[in-house]
């Protein structure tokens, strides 16, 4: 209910199943593969940008990964998390993030997040999602009788 | 270990053949040529070392707001507007309103009350997310935030110390510069800065060992500055030094620090003029440091070789001499090696791209004992045609060791065979003005000294190339041959000193034809008319390494 899905996003549930709440935005070139058999679970209201991949077992809610940024399977994505543009998260063991934490640089150093601004970005995300619902149908080249 | 070229610029030294190039220390003195500059007066080539640079304007990389260079100075070099830089991640903050306050839950909240938000507005950084409100600045207003936090700056214990001192010296100052013997125009320096009254009293300093200049009479200053000296009382500080500096505030906390994060990177910290923090967490925001732009000029003759425009945004040049519009692009390959990186691209699709790299590497290859032949690319950026000679270039006479030492390491080396005669490159044109390329590929070469080698195309490493010649002519392109034989002992880079000349017809009304090659001629002659200059200039052409190998492991085709 009210996910975007760009046409050149690739969901790809290969082993198991993929369940994507609402309100998400996934962009061109993102990549969400789930190559485990367990049920792999997407929140509500997070941005998957441009060229990123995406094979964390859970994801909570209102998250941003940013541009290129690669999240291996053995981490797990809490709620309100950044993984910043380009950003290769790679743990050695099973790990999960904690709230409001923000990836960044080539390093991927964390620190975390205050929570400052998060309405105003959240606002920010409704009105990304309504402005794609609105253009997306109209340049789909494939499905051009829906949109038109 | 891709084959490349670099040029070489004298820069001012008297002889002008270059240094051999197997030294290291060599390697400062080519370069490639998008980093030359041309000089149409001395004739000559200039290179960032040589050039003198000087600064144009001033700019912030943020706003690209241009900075007249008058508040460069009264802003220490900051930007005056609202641009900081985040100490944490170093990228450019943003001012953002905090969020609206929220009574009702977030999920129908409208849209925020006001375009501009609600206050107190805090610096944001988009990257890593870091805001004022940790170190505990925020701002009523969102515009003019500098002035807003020029109260901040003021009221640190160093500017405060530093305000003291200025006091203190002041009257000491003027009365030493009023009495002073130099030049006039310090005797305006009565009623102006401090500031300028100390650096300028500061430069009539006594020095030992350095007899003080003076214009007027010498010793009367000399007694009256000793006079004034014992005068100073002492100056009281703010803060007890002592305490101030010590760290042991410092101490404390890193005794009791937690992880290696805490404590302020070098990076975050080194752009901080003052002594900053230690800990990651007390880093303040920092005004975005000016950038300035940068003109050139010839060291010799002071024409004015690269001068940006005046707008900031702008990335163009209002003089743009640069070498590559004056000399000839060269471009070295090596066909065996491209064969041999298409036939493994045909071949294998599947290895990673490490392996793909490293064989593409060993493709390319100089095996001890083998020869090879590598392609020059000549790119004419003239307006006319021009007819190229190439050259080895003569080492300098080298101190001997000994007689053995050095016939072994002549005979060690390796040899280059060069297109001793000359040919020519066509002019630049516009694409469309092109013949035909077929014509240009049947021209006979004349005065080939060796068999001649006209591939097709070229570009086929498999092509009977194995002589020395021209190979292909097209547009303003030529690309010749040369051969490099390596015999067994060899070791090393093969990289060789080339000398290029060329002789192109100019209009101005200058001297006749010389056909020396060696050192830029121009000798000066009374005819008119168009006239055939020569220019030449050294390069250095680094084919790889040699690889020592007993039988090769690719079957390079030739």
């Known amino acids: 209910a009210g996910t975007i899905v760009h046409p050149k996003a690739t969901i790809f549930a290969i082993a198991g199943p993929i369940v994507i709440g609402s309100g998400c935005i996934i962009e061109e070139g993102a990549i969400i593969v789930n190559r485990r058999k367990e049920v792999m679970r997407i929140g509500d209201d997070n941005l998957f940008e441009i060229g990123c991949r995406v094979e964390s077992p859970t994801v909570g809610n209102c998250n941003t990964i940013c541009t290129r940024a690669r999240v291996h399977h053995t981490l797990r994505i809490s709620s309100y998390c950044v993984v910043g543009a380009g950003v290769l998260v790679v743990p050695t063991e099973d790990e999960m993030l904690d709230e409001y934490t923000v990836i960044y640089g080539p390093a991927a150093e964390r620190r975390v997040w205050s929570g400052r601004g998060k309405v105003q970005e959240m606002d920010l995300r409704r009105k990304h999602a309504e402005y794609l619902r609105e253009m997306l149908p109209k340049f789909n080249r494939l499905r051009r009788g829906d949109g038109a | ?558």
């Open chain 2, 1 to 558: 270990m891709a084959p490349k070229i670099e040029y070489y610029c004298p820069c001012l030294s008297e002889s002008p053949h270059p240094p051999p190039p197997n030294r290291p220390s060599s390697s400062y003195s080519f370069h490639p040529l998008h980093n030359l500059f041309f000089c149409e007066e001395c004739d000559a080539v200039r290179c960032n070392r040589c050039v003198s640079v000087e600064v144009s304007g001033y700019y912030c990389p943020n706003c690209l707001f241009e900075v007249p260079s008058a508040s460069v100075r009264a802003e220490k070099n900051r930007c005056a507007r609202n641009c900081f830089l985040c100490p944490n991640c170093r990228n450019t903050l943003t001012v953002v309103p905090s969020d609206p306050p929220e009574d009702v839950d977030s999920r129908m909240s409208p849209i925020v009350s006001t375009t501009l938000g609600e206050p107190p507005f805090f610096l944001y950084c988009n990257h890593c997310r870091w805001d004022s409100a940790e170190v505990g600045i925020t701002f009523e207003k969102p515009t003019g935030l500098a002035a807003q936090l020029q109260k901040f700056e003021d009221s640190a214990p160093e500017s405060l110390e530093f305000e003291r001192l200025k006091e203190h010296f002041e009257p000491f100052l003027r009365a030493s510069s009023s009495s002073s013997a130099l030049p006039s125009a310090s005797s305006h320096h009565v009623h102006t800065n401090p500031i300028t009254a100390a650096a300028s009293s500061a430069l009539a300093r006594d020095i030992p060992g350095v007899g003080k200049y003076n214009p007027l009479s010498r010793s009367r200053v000399g007694r009256e500055k000793g006079a004034h000296r014992q005068e100073y009382p002492d100056y009281k500080s703010r803060v007890e030094v002592g305490t101030a500096l010590s760290g042991e505030a410092d101490v404390e906390f890193l005794r009791h620090l937690e992880t290696v994060s805490q404590v302020a990177a070098l990076e975050q910290r080194w752009t901080n003029s003052w002594v900053s923090p230690l800990s990651a967490s007390d880093l303040k925001p920092l005004r975005i440091p000016l950038q300035s732009k940068k003109s050139k000029r010839c060291p010799s003759c002071r024409h004015i070789l690269i001068k940006p425009e005046q707008k900031a945004q702008s990335v163009r040049f209002k003089i743009k001499l640069v070498a590559a519009n004056y000399l000839p692009a060269i471009a070295v390959t090596l066909p065996h090696a491209q064969a041999a990186i298409e036939m493994l691209k045909r071949t294998s699709k599947t290895t990673s791209a490490a392996a793909q790299a490293e064989e593409q590497q060993a493709a390319g290859a100089l095996i001890a004992g083998h020869s090879y032949s590598f392609h020059l690319a000549f790119t004419n950026p003239l307006y006319d045609p021009i007819q190229i000679r190439l050259a080895k270039a003569i080492a300098p006479a080298q101190t001997a060791e000994g007689d053995e030492a050095a016939e072994r390491a002549r005979r060690s080396t390796f040899q280059i065979q060069l297109p001793s005669a000359a040919f020519p490159v066509g002019a630049f044109a516009e694409a469309w003005e092109y013949d035909d390329e077929d014509e240009a590929m049947f021209l006979d070469d004349d005065g080939m000294e060796v068999v001649e080698a006209r591939g097709k195309k070229g570009k086929d490493g498999r092509g009977k190339t194995r002589s020395v010649g021209i190979v292909e002519k097209r547009a303003n392109v030529t690309i010749v041959s040369g051969e490099v034989l390596i015999p067994k002992e060899a070791r090393g880079d093969v990289k060789f000193n080339m000398l290029v000349s060329y002789t192109y017809r100019s209009d101005d009304p200058e001297p006749s034809e010389e056909a020396q090659t060696g050192t830029p001629s121009r000798s000066h002659g009374a005819n008119k008319g168009p006239e055939m200059k020569n220019f030449s200039f050294y390069t250095v052409v680094d084919l790889g390494s040699i690889m020592y190998r007993e039988e090769p492991k690719l079957t390079a085709d030739l």
